[in-house]
C-alpha cells in the first residue's frame, strides 16, 4: 500500500475555513427562517401550524426584502464559521497529530475524543459572543423601524 500524501499542518485552517464557510450559502436562509419562526413563536404570534408559521415568515421575509432578507447576518455567520468552525477542524487535526506523534502510535478512540472535545469547546467559547451577533442581525428587520439596530456586518457600530 502506497504512503498517503501528507499536507504541511498550516494547509489544514483554510481547508477548514473554505469547508465551514462554503457550507454557509445554501445554510443561511433556513438559519434566517428558524430563527424569525423562534422570535415569532416567542412574542405570541400564532399560526394554526408550525408549517403555516414559516411560510408567513418566509412570505415577510420575501416581501420586505427580496431574496437578500434571506441572508440577514450573512457576514456574522461567516465570522462565527471562520473562528468556530475552523478552531474545530484544524484544531482537532493538530491535536490528534500531536498526540499520535508524542505517543509514536495511532490515537486511541478515548484520545481521538478527547481532542474533539478540547477543539469543539475553543472553538464555543471564542463563538459564543459571535453567536449573539449573528441572532441579533437575523432578526433585526423584524423589529420596527424604530427599535432597529441597523447592523450591518459585525463592525457595526
Keep these: 500500500m502506497a504512503p498517503s500524501k501528507r499536507y504541511p499542518d498550516w494547509c489544514m485552517w483554510p481547508i477548514a475555513w473554505l469547508s ?4 454557509l450559502i445554501p445554510m443561511h436562509p433556513p438559519d434566517v427562517v428558524k430563527v424569525r419562526c423562534q422570535l415569532a413563536a416567542q412574542s405570541g404570534k400564532t ?18 426584502s427580496g431574496v437578500r432578507g434571506f441572508y440577514d447576518g450573512l457576514s456574522a455567520a461567516i465570522m462565527r464559521s471562520t473562528v468556530y468552525g475552523t478552531i474545530k477542524l484544524a484544531g482537532y487535526e493538530l491535536l490528534r497529530d500531536a498526540i499520535q506523534r508524542r505517543q509514536g502510535r495511532e490515537a486511541t478512540a478515548l484520545e481521538r475524543t478527547g481532542a474533539a472535545l478540547c477543539s469543539g469547546a475553543a472553538g464555543s467559547f471564542l463563538a459564543c459572543p459571535i453567536e449573539v451577533a449573528l441572532v441579533r442581525m437575523q432578526a433585526d428587520r423584524r ?10 456586518h459585525i463592525p457595526s457600530p
Design 20 to 23: 465551514n464557510v462554503t457550507s
Design 47 to 64: 399560526a394554526t401550524s408550525q408549517g403555516a408559521l414559516m411560510l408567513d415568515v418566509v412570505k415577510g421575509i420575501w416581501t420586505q
Design 143 to 152: 423589529l420596527p423601524v424604530e427599535r432597529r439596530r441597523s447592523l450591518i
